[in-house]
């Protein structure tokens, strides 16, 4: 794309989703259990390199589920989060909704990989409601996962549609859950959220950082 | 004797009074008592306030009950979906209350009633909007929110396999909040695909052991909600 967030005109090419999620993917070890929220960041199971054993959780009951189904081996019985078909990997398990939120609270889930409306310098999370008060409000798991998984990756967008930025120095939308998120992957960069902002830990090819912190509401700081 | 198979769903769910408090099991589709949620329809009662995951879709299970008007209040973790019609236009114009619970603040608020907890401290929504009015306590020196145990007068409930007794299976993911409100409610009213004699189902694999139950009834072909919504049905009450 040519980038003209500072009007010179850089070219930089932005990460699709399927790049950012095979970004993430690099950064979970072998033996994970891993919880990956509904929408973009399901993508990352589809990039986990075949040599690591990686477990996936779904909040309404299994550890260990697979791919979609052809059509003919849908089961209503065997959805994900989303209410997506899904498949059962050798080893994978049923258990009900009380013992699956423990395993989340209980800090026994390494890893929850998030969408995110917004993240804040302080690691605070925004990614249930837009604050509007005529939309049908509907929370589902996220505080959960977001206050009881040991580590909260976001995956998001760098700015909105309208090229307001999601990095913010504080929350404007409706808190998730306050000082959890540890990593932020956008379509431009890798930040890890450090005391007093964003680190930066990799940006995309050929964005200036001049053109990275136009697009950030939030410090960023350089190694 | 203990037999706690009844004949048909109507006898089922006969007595279940108006105002009551209903828990129904399931995550979506999977594990939705859809065929006791009709019966419950038919026999008439209204006022209630009804606990569920979800608010329904289409015309058919809770959706056809909210469409109904026999709906006061929704406790639920997401009540909107793509096919969420029936609650949203009550919601809209206030025909309905809501109260929204995090999904496992909502599991565990149910899981406490069963197991004679009545609060308990969470970590989830500190710091939100959520737990606004809520007593909050440092823990470890992290907030924490007070919340209170959610028990029912019945709950509606879809699992698989069922004794005499009440010992009951369920089947993958559609097992979900069946044995947690089995739990939590005064009466359990179990839907079940099989019925099997005492002793058949091996006791290493019973998940609701028959102290949480109160009747069971064979629905041997549930109703597929998803292949009723596609075909355009609205349950009525009839």
Redesign the interface.
């Known amino acids: 794309m040519t980038d003209n967030a500072t009007g010179q005109g850089h070219n930089s090419v932005r990460r699709t989703p399927d790049e950012i999620a095979a970004r993430i993917a690099q950064d979970i070890p072998d033996g994970f259990y891993v919880n990956l929220g509904i929408g973009q960041p399901e993508k990352v199971a589809n990039h986990v390199p075949s040599e690591r054993e990686v477990v996936l959780h ?5 550890l260990g589920f697979g791919p979609t189904p052809a059509d003919a081996d849908i ?5 994900n989060a989303g ?1 997506k078909p899904v498949t ?1 990997k050798d080893g994978g398990s ?5 013992d ?2 423990a395993m ?2 209980g800090g026994h889930i390494d890893l929850c990989v998030l969408g995110a409306y917004q993240v804040a310098e302080n690691g ?1 999370l925004a990614n249930w ?1 837009t604050g509007k008060t ?1 939309d ?9 996962l977001a ?2 998984a040991k580590r909260i990756f976001v995956m998001m967008t760098h700015t909105t549609k309208d090229g307001a930025p999601k990095l913010v120095d504080r929350l404007t939308y ?5 000082g959890v998120v540890k990593r932020v992957y956008t379509d431009l960069a890798v930040l890890d959220v450090v005391d007093g902002g964003f680190q930066l830990v990799e940006a995309v090819e050929g964005l200036s950082l001049e053109d990275l912190r136009a697009r950030t509401g939030a410090t960023i700081h350089t190694p | 004797m203990i037999d706690k198979q009844i004949a048909t769903i109507e006898a089922a769910v006969a007595d279940i009074r108006d105002g009551a408090t209903v828990m129904l099991s399931g995550f979506g589709e999977a594990g939705h008592p859809t065929d006791l949620i009709h019966a419950l329809l038919d026999q008439g009662a209204r006022e209630l306030t009804i606990i569920a995951n979800n608010a329904g879709n289409g015309y058919v299970g809770v959706a056809a009950l909210i469409n109904a008007g026999r709906v006061r209040r929704i406790v639920c973790s997401f009540p909107k979906s793509s096919q969420s019609v029936v609650f949203n236009e009550f919601y809209a114009r206030g025909a309905i209350e809501l109260e929204l619970v995090p999904q496992g603040t909502l599991a565990e608020r149910i899981r406490a009633a069963g197991a004679g907890v009545p609060a308990f401290y969470t970590p989830t929504s500190a710091g939100t909007p959520l737990a606004d009015g809520k007593e909050v306590r440092d823990f470890g020196g992290r907030p924490h929110v007070l919340e209170h145990a959610l028990r029912a007068d019945v709950a509606l409930v879809k699992a698989e396999t069922a004794d005499r007794w009440g010992n009951l299976t369920y089947r993958k993911a559609a097992r979900n909040f069946g044995p947690i409100m089995c739990m939590a409610a005064d009466l359990s009213i179990v839907q079940v695909r099989r019925h099997v004699g005492l002793g058949d189902i091996d006791p290493e694999i019973v998940v609701t052991p028959g102290i949480f139950v109160g009747r069971t009834v064979t629905v041997a072909e549930p109703a597929d909600e998803q292949a009723l919504i596609a075909s355009g049905y609205r349950r009525e009450p009839t």
């Not at chain 1, 779904?58 to 299994?62: A, C, M, P």
């Not at chain 1, 049923?94 to 009380?98: G, L, N, P």
């Not at chain 1, 409706?174 to 306050?178: E, K, L, V």
């Open positions: 779904s909040e309404n009951g299994i089961d209503h019985d065997l959805i209410k059962l049923f258990f009900h909704h009380a699956s939120f989340i609270r605070d409601s005529d049908v409000p509907g929370v589902g798991g996220a505080m959960d206050a009881g409706p808190a998730t859950a306050r």
